[in-house]
């Protein structure tokens, strides 16, 4: 298991990702159940809504109830379309759908046939729990316009030509009162983990950080952080003249905001991948390639940063001996006062502002056993509770498997 150390900061990293964010509930509910006490909570998109319930929750002393509280919630404002909530009772939709996306191969032996079989009925249950979704939304996280009473009554509001999102996610926030303490959430507080949120800012496409460190943060980051327009959800004015769209339109894995914001303790990094970055055979129809890309947009793409930490703490290990030097023989080298100073100021501000390194990087990452382009909009109560179940396997193996020295 991972050992506490001292001067090592433990950071969580959430991706987002829709329904799939009850994988990274799992993940935690394994992190906090192995005593593993984390410094800095950062997440983008459904990852930040996780990461704010963790680090601001009302259960101080058990943050994973109440974030496994939150997702069986989500969970129940799901709105089957059939009456049990399964395919299988759609009947001529169950066999188009089966027909067209899925066919089975008639010369599949046996045992092949009842593997697809499972895999129509798990695909057909996610596209069925993706147009539940999108027709009917979910009143824990987000309405329909076209079930908002008050746009029914407005026809300025009905115009589908003047329309900049279909679903309002403000319900989010009402849901979010019964799990978050706000309070806990600013630089105040040092009770609480540190938050940090990603989004972009829809005029000029730089990056927005939201930090409990250095301000206070509010339902209007939260959701900021999870306002993705590609599902429809509209920018959020975090201040004025400011709107804000989902952190992940830039990066799902707020690696490089971790490292901008804390730049000199050495840091254990856990990585709830919701896409993974690897797959064992290439796509086999239309579906499986927009999957695909779709996980390759969003897959963690954060080596680079790993490399450049490790990279600029060789360089300062190197600038550290270097200055030893020149301030072991500055008299004997005859060096001008005020260029002795100069160096000082300079290798301090270097000190100050770099030198993290990251110690260990540990990936718990979601399996795809039949991937489907509609899986992260399935809020249904099965799926959600198996996505918890396998987020906490995968991490309980993860973390089981590794024990450091530091």
Known sequence: MIKETKGIEKVLILQGGGSLGAFGCGAFK???????????????????????????????????????????????????????????????????????????????????YCELRREQEIKG?????????????????????????????????????????????????????????????NPSNS?????????????NSQALTFDSNTQQIEPKHILATSAYPLYNFPWIEVEKGVYAWDGGLL??????????????????????????????KLPSNLGEVYHRARDIIFSDKTEHNVKMAATITRYLDFIEDLYQIVKQNKDKLG?????????????????????AEIKEMFYISRDEEFPHI????????????????????KADKVICEHERPY
């Open 335 to 355: 060096l001008d006062e005020k260029l002795v100073n100069r160096i000082d100021r300079k290798y301090k501000n270097y000190r100050l502002d770099h030198g």
């Open 30 to 112: 394994s992190i906090k159940k192995w005593g593993i006490n984390l410094d800095i909570i950062a997440g983008t998109s459904i990852g930040g809504i996780n990461a704010a319930i963790i680090a601001g929750t009302k259960d101080i002393n058990d943050a994973s109830k109440k974030l496994e509280e939150f997702w069986v919630e989500l969970s129940e404002g799901f709105v089957p379309l059939s009456p049990s909530g399964q395919y299988n009772d759609l009947g001529s939709f169950n066999r188009f759908f089966e027909n067209l996306l899925y066919p089975p191969s008639k010369n599949s032996a046996f045992p092949n």
């Open 251 to 280: 990066s799902n894995t707020p690696l490089r905001e971790v490292l901008d914001a804390s730049p000199i303790l050495d840091k254990i990094i856990f990585l709830v991948e919701n896409y993974p970055k690897k797959i064992d």
């Open 191 to 203: 009770n609480s983990p540190r938050l940090i949120l990603t989004a972009v800012d829809v005029l």
């Open 374 to 393: 509609y899986e992260n909009a399935d809020f249904s109560p099965k799926t959600i509770k198996n996505s918890i179940k396998e987020g906490e396997a």
């Open 125 to 185: 249950n996610q596209i069925s729990s993706f147009l539940s979704s999108a027709t009917l939304g979910n009143n824990k996280f987000f309405v329909p316009r076209w079930m908002q009473p008050a746009n029914l009554f407005d026809p300025s509001k009905m115009l589908p030509s003047k329309w900049t999102y279909l679903y309002d996610h403000r319900p989010l926030i009402k849901t979010l009162e019964k799990y978050v303490d706000y309070d806990r959430l």
